[in-house]
């Protein structure tokens, strides 16, 4: 993208969202790459960047691991890996030994299904391979220490059981000799000690030349002197001579797995950039989760759809205070390519300009950017700035000269891939001729059909703006009774500077202030007061429009419980009538097994029977039984209909059920335990426990049943 001026990065902040970025880095390549963060114009480099960070992001969100926790720099060892006859240490070659297991990690968690779920974040392994000959060769000669193993060559193991002999063979001696100083008092409190890489004793200084041997050096009080001893010269000649060769035998075995190495050189630049690539791409993730940064709708052209769109620094401070960060919405397009924003002054203009110049250049930057999901955003190829005091002191240019040759920049370069920045246009020179030139410039940046906001108090510019095709207005609403800023930008209408309401409401003298209203232009105040009054009328029916959008949303959420409360009672209602119905089918089913399981044994008896009068009797039994059940359900039913029962002890008098066969009567007389009761004409009597007080069954109820 090319921006202008140069300074714009710096005056739209994008250098804090670069460093904020850097934080996140743990590796060199991840924070060289920030803090060189480019600004691409191709849409695939664009969205593949967005789509990587994206898919990082879910990754951080839904709590999965991804293996990149290795933090490794590794450019000096793989470039003296490139460099003929160069040798690497035993622990370089663990770093390089790291690199690959990082690799191998990569390569597996990118399974079959992965690869289809974060199809972006495995385009970054797509050119490449694992080699598992790297890690073999190393480990055959490395071992976890990086230490070269005994095993490395035949020679390097002799050369190290010839030493492993000698040193014990020395130890042996040693520790006669000190035995023997040490009773004769010899032997100063450190007893033994290495000087030069050879074994000597501690002796006190004054019994130094009782000791035959060789004298290596004194400590610093002079009071101990270090002394090889005669008998221990030549084994220590010969430990240092073993020592000599194993250094040898191991520079020549590292030396050969360097050059072994060498021919991966490049595969391992590549893992080494991938690894750094994956670290960089997770720290745009974490970096999106600080500022909730999502991915939006790109488009292929000149656009700017920006829904709930906040300035990610801003909200990262107001995070910090506690404090409510306020969303803009913007949109520019084909028609309307051309925002005007007016309103008071610390009301917001420059931030909600700066937020729309930061956030675009953070997404042609691959950053996902604080906006909702559903913004649209397209693609600029110039961005060019023009916010605050350019006077230069270096070409002697005036505030208003310096203004007027950024604009002269503009008018020349400008075109439709191009998204322009100005802050109060036509300030720094008289009212009427800047309002005029102001004029021009719009008409030039329209005509051209670049893309823009523009700040300004100028009235002739927010008249212009309401009858010029391709500029719309825009006003920062301001709360009049409170005199506070309510940072919301209203899109479609100009606002008023409040210059009088404000200097009313701080108890500026009255007469101060109609004075001022008699030297301004009776059509000029007449436009800011109507202004004013509209801007006010309008939050107002916002106001009003919100909460009855809120009463709405309550009406339609009950409505929404009430329908769930029905549904769920209807099916409570139909789940206990199949109960019932099941519990009916259930007993029927247990009764026609029954009635099955005896026929079965009549028939068995009858064949087997010599009385086959007996069987019969049998059947005939069962057979009434069953008729004479049903009869005494009809009954019930019948009772059902007409009576409830009641319970208790009978009395005289009391309506009363036989339980035997359902019929009601009236209990006329008890005598014991018995009682009679009349049921129609005929007097019948019935033990007391066979009968059960009822009564009449209420009308609707009966109706119903």
Known sequence: MKIFPDSALVQLEFNKVRDLLTEHCNTEYARAKAQELRIHTRREFIELELRQSHEFKLLLQNGQYFPNDNTLNLARELKLLGIPGAILGGEQFLLIRRLAEGMDSIFRWFDAERRIAYPSLARVIEHTHYEKAIVKAIDEIIDESGTVRDNASPELAEIRLSLYRKRNELRRVFDRILAKLGKAGYVADIEESFLNGRRVVAIFA???????????????????????????????????????????????????????????????????????????????????????????????????????????????????????????????????????ISGPNAGGKTVTLKTVGLLQLMLQSGLLVPVHPDSEMGIFKQLMIHIGDTQSLEFELSTYSSHLKNMKYFMENANGRTLFFIDELGSGSDPNLGGAFAEVILEELVRKHSFGIVTTHYLNLKVMAGKTPGIINGAMAFDEQNLLPLYKLAIGKPGSSYTFSIAERIGLEPRLIQRARTLVDEDHFRLDKLL??????????????????????????????????IHRERHDQQVELLKHQNRITEERIAYLKEMERKLRQIVFDWRKAEDKNEVIKQMQALLFKQKEKQVNEKVRKKFDAKYTEVGGSVGLGNKVMMKKNHQV???????GKKAVVQVGLIPITVDLADLTVVQDRPQEESSTT
């Open 532 to 565: 004013n009054a509209t801007e006010q009328d309008l939050a107002a029916l916002e106001k009003k429009e919100k909460d009855l959008n809120r009463l709405m949303k309550e009406n339609e959420k009950l409505k929404k419980e009430m329908e769930a409360l």
């Open 665 to 671: 009567g009236t209990v006329r007389e008890i005598r």
């Open 206 to 340: 004054e019994h130094k030349r009782q000791v035959k041997g060789i004298l290596h050096g004194e400590s610093d009080t002079r009071r101990t002197s270090f002394v090889e001893p005669e008998e221990t010269i030549e084994l220590n000649n010969e430990v240092f001579s073993l020592e000599h060769s194993e250094s040898k035998e191991v520079n020549r075995i590292l030396r050969d797995l360097t050059a072994r190495l060498s021919g991966y050189a490049p595969l391992l630049q590549v893992w080494h950039d991938i690894l750094g690539e994956f670290d960089f791409i997770r720290a745009k993730a974490r970096l999106a989760g600080d500022m909730n940064g999502n991915f939006p709708q790109l488009l292929d052209r000149s656009h700017v759809g920006l829904k709930q769109a906040f300035h990610p620094l801003l909200l990262l401070y107001n995070r910090k205070q506690n404090k409510p960060t306020i969303p803009t919405h913007i949109t520019l397009n084909e028609k309307e390519r051309l925002l005007v």
